[in-house]
Nanobody, 127 residues
Framework: QVQLVESGGGLVQAGGSLRLSCAASGHTFSRYIVGWFRQAPGKEREFVSA????????YYADSVKGRFTISRDNAKNTVYLQMNNLKPEDTAVYYCAADSSPGAQYSIRSRYVYHYWGQGTQVTVSS
């Protein structure tokens, strides 16, 4: 069983930056895919970014490409989401998710692939 804990959310002005962390316990991330999703009030949970742990391949939603960067730290078993040039429309609860099912990487942008989820961290961007 994998436990995921997000941290790093907060309130920031438009144009500012935040770094989210997703720390795993109970299992190492090797052979996992790890994704970040977000959900704004009244909206569906949407894909933000993901990384394949073994190869380090990264994926981004068009809305965050060029502003957000996902990375991993093997030693700390942690995935980071560096968010720069934040916009009010980035306001949401951000969730970390992980999965190690065979073939999961082929649907890495789909929230339905991920079995393990964190509790979420609030990101609020003021205009």
């Amino acid at each position: 069983q994998v436990q995921l804990v997000e941290s790093g959310g907060g309130l920031v002005q438009a144009g500012g930056s935040l770094r989210l962390s997703c720390a795993a316990s109970g299992h190492t991330f090797s052979r996992y895919i790890v994704g970040w999703f977000r959900q704004a009030p009244g909206k569906e949970r949407e894909f933000v970014s993901a990384i394949t742990w073994s190869l380090g391949a990264t994926y981004y939603a068009d809305s965050v490409k060029g502003r957000f960067t996902i990375s991993r730290d093997n030693a700390k078993n942690t995935v980071y989401l560096q968010m720069n040039n934040l916009k009010p429309e980035d306001t949401a609860v951000y969730y970390c998710a992980a999965d190690s099912s065979p073939g999961a990487q082929y649907s890495i942008r789909s929230r339905y692939v991920y079995h393990y989820w964190g509790q979420g961290t609030q990101v609020t961007v003021s205009s």
